[in-house]
């Protein structure tokens, strides 16, 4: 099996697995373990993961100032800053927070993204030439799937509450808008598949990226998948029990747990590879998440000449200081007129 | 060597070996590699395990325990810099780095695609420092440390130079340049260096400038070059060294006096400085303003930057100007007052003696940029100027990734340009590779060596592909820059990929435009070459 073969393989059996896993258990009357005990473990290695996580990223210290400076700084008053320029060479932490905006919500440095490919050009002596263009679909792709994602957890959010609170009831009505299917069909339950598939396909169309994707990789993708399919399929296709389901999710949040009865095997699937993805996400490249706050090229103002960085582990280095260096060069110094702190010897015998 | 014709190094071959990237080692092909670091090199500048090692042999006789080393070397720049652990921890493999880096777009190795070439680290912090690589191995990308990991990272981060097109595109802002400089001190950590920066960071330490030119060599190149200035404008630019009580100290790096073109740069200094009348003076200790050890470890950086203030303050200047030059810049920019660890008090906020500008952007660091001094001596009418000296060039402008990335320096030399070109004269390469998103020269961060020709010449197939562009469409014939290792390697770039055309400094074009009172008549520019409407073939084009 080559490497590529064999990561998918890793990955889509992980997957396929703990569906078995979950799928099996319910069977095996383990409501309890996967309604309950799973949840709260997951939860746990969740949160206890990440704020291990960003507590030893904290540890570290930024010992230099180093952002990345994307426009241009600035200098002298009437040079010409524009407001991207501002934005993408900040000078004091409120655009440090605009151009950290940028990024978090609209993935402002993927957006930048050019594709450079190697044409054959005849006009060219060697024939070929390169050519560079704006590419913007992985941003499409990327953006897609996190809004989508991002607004399917919140509509969610009406499984925790009791009554719906109306903001989270609002999002799923102008979610579903789209009336043409019975129940309520969500637009964002669409755009998150094809975004995924998007983002799968193209690992798999390019021979480049399909080298550097490990397991890892298409583990999370996988797993998303999996959960997206089985919470479509409940929604439109194999309805399970709402009330139950609610009844659960209200017991947990309550920490007065029940288990009702009529929840489907495919929900319990559904919960559990969500559990697995909460797990997984501390121990895995899905840190990018919180971790993209931390980024010393995007977080700080480009003011180094203004302003002192301090780098608290800062220590005096040896270098070769300046006395030590004429002692080497003192004679050929003085006899080829550059001035000397001390007059060498050989220089005053022959003056006298 | 041989080095293959330009039409062999154009067909890049993009398809990735049909092994993983963990089977597949890295062919050490002479032209591709620098050479092993000299001992005396090492022990001139106290480093581990000086030895005679070629990178060639199959043994690199490293030291017993080189392992460990490794790994506590690694950890203890975990603990020390947040930027690895991070860079580490959240890349996700996205890809949008890979064809943004001139090694990758040259070479066609899957392993110049900065996400890879992190990857070769990153692996290893996986194998050691994570629970989950630990218990999952190859799966989640990480791998044992032996020798065969080692000389992929020496290849391989020795084959990125530093300038940080791949972190401007990442999502995250992970910056390769950050992880190739911290892998390249656990390579010297063991012994590992490369002979060109190694040698050029002792001379530095040890004498002053890289070429290892004693003060009096350094003094004799200078007094040279104003020779040079008084031949052929007829104007005397005297220079005056070490000399104490001066207002302001100058710093270039070595590569503006010692070849050309750079040494054209120079001279465009010393007319200027005469022009205004200048109260400054070199240093024959502090006499590079390129900082070569920052391309080996954070800490050789700061004991080579030392000496520019210590010297400073010796001298007693009010303030530091400094030279075209890119990395100098960057860390001057991003490291000087933090590596100083204060304000230097010794000095004062700079002023232009000329305008009364207050340089309040340098308000701590006590440094201004060559570009900034000049612009703004434009922008207050203290220069006259005569454009028509360059009619001759028509010029594209190379911004040097390190101002450009590592400063944001990009408005202040098109202004000068502007001013000391005749209209019509200036042509941006295409918008993608200019600016922030600049291609890199392919030679710089300690690469510029020659056994590696052939690398170079990959490396820098991007950059040269956009100024044939404008060469073509132009008719551009002077590609320029405010980079002293621009000046050195891309003439030689080029030569190989776009012959037509030259490189030339910004201060050089002032130098040529300026004008002097009691100058004698000019027929030729500061490289004697005809100006136009001079000589026997009038009003016609340059020859080259």
Known sequence: MNFTQRHITVALAAVLGLIAVAYVGVQGNLQLLFGVVVPYLALLLFFEGIIYRVIKWARSPVPFKIPTTAGQVKSLPWIPRTLGDKLDNPESKAWVFGRMALEVLAFRSLFRNTRTELVSDPKFPEKARLVHWSYKWLWLGAIAFHYAFLIIVLRHLRFFFEPTPQPIALLSEIDGFWQFFIPTFYLTDIIIVLALLYLLGRRLANANLRYITLASDYFPLFLILGIVTTGILMRYFFKTDITAVKQLVMGLVSLKPVIPAGISPLFYVHLFLVCVLLAYFPYSKLLHAPGVFFSPTRNMPGNNRWELHVNPWNYPVKFHPYMEYEDQFRDAMYEAGIPVEKEPETAEVEEE | ?544
């Open chain 2, 1 to 544: 060597m041989s080095l293959p014709k330009p039409e062999e190094l154009a067909r890049v071959n993009y398809q990735p070996p049909a092994r993983g990237w963990m089977e597949v080692k890295p062919d050490f092909r002479p032209g591709t590699y620098c050479n092993a670091a000299s001992p005396k090199w090492l022990e001139w500048i106290d480093y581990p395990y000086p030895r005679a090692w070629s990178v060639a042999d199959e043994d690199w006789q490293l030291p017993q325990n080189w392992k460990e080393i490794v790994l506590e070397g690694m950890e203890d720049r975990l603990a020390r810099f947040r930027s690895l652990k991070l860079f580490f921890d959240i890349c996700v493999r996205c890809g949008a780095c890979a064809d943004k880096c001139h090694f990758f777009l040259g070479t066609g190795d899957p392993k110049n695609m900065p996400v890879l070439r992190a990857e070769l680290l990153r692996s290893v912090y996986k194998r050691y420092f994570t629970r989950i690589g630990k218990a999952l191995g190859e799966i989640v990308g990480a791998r044992d440390l032996d020798e065969k990991v080692i000389k992929e990272w020496f290849y391989y981060l020795y084959q990125c130079t530093i300038c940080r097109r791949c972190s401007l595109f990442c999502p995250y802002g992970i910056d390769m340049a950050e992880m190739t400089l911290l892998g390249r001190e656990m390579l010297a950590s063991v012994g590992l260096n490369i002979d060109w920066a190694l040698a050029s960071v002792a001379q530095c330490y040890d004498k002053g400038s890289h070429i290892g030119a004693t003060p009096q060599a350094f003094k004799d190149m200078i007094d040279f070059l104003a020779e040079e200035n008084e031949r052929i404008t007829g104007i005397k630019t005297p220079v005056s060294y070490n000399r104490k009580g001066a207002e302001i100290l100058f710093v270039t790096p070595s590569g503006d006096y010692f070849a050309d073109p750079g040494t054209f740069t120079l001279m465009g200094y010393l007319l200027l400085f005469t022009y205004l009348d200048l109260d400054w003076t070199f240093s024959t200790y502090a006499a590079e303003g390129g900082n070569f050890g920052w391309f080996v470890s954070h800490e050789m950086g700061k004991r080579l930057n030392a000496k520019i203030y210590h010297e400073a303050e010796r001298l007693k200047v009010k303030w530091i100007l400094g030279g075209e030059c890119g990395h100098m810049w960057r860390v001057c920019n991003q490291y000087m007052p933090t590596w100083y660890g204060q304000v230097p008090s010794f000095l004062e906020v700079p002023v232009s003696p000329i305008t009364g500008t207050v340089f309040e952007n340098a308000r701590v660091h006590k440094m201004v940029h060559i570009s900034e001094f000049t612009a703004d001596l434009i922008r207050h009418n203290k220069l006259k100027l005569d454009p028509q000296r360059n009619a001759h060039i028509k010029l594209t402008f190379h911004d040097s990734c390190n101002t450009a990335r590592g400063m944001g320096i990009f408005e202040e030399p098109r202004y000068i340009i502007q001013h000391v070109l005749p209209e019509g004269h200036f042509f941006e390469m295409p918008p993608n590779t200019i600016r922030e998103k600049t291609f890199c020269c392919g030679s710089s961060s300690g690469i510029n060596a020659n056994e590696n020709m052939e690398l170079r010449m990959q490396g820098g197939f991007p950059r040269a592909n956009a100024v044939r562009y404008v060469h073509e469409r132009y008719g551009v014939n002077h590609l320029g820059c405010i980079c002293a290792l621009d000046r050195a390697t891309l003439p030689t770039l080029l030569q190989y990929w776009v012959p037509e055309v030259d490189v030339t400094g910004i201060t050089e074009l002032v130098g040529n435009a300026l004008v002097f009172e009691g100058e004698i008549e000019r027929t030729t520019d500061l490289r004697d070459r005809d100006l136009v409407g001079v000589g026997e073939q009038e009003g016609g084009e340059e020859e080259e």
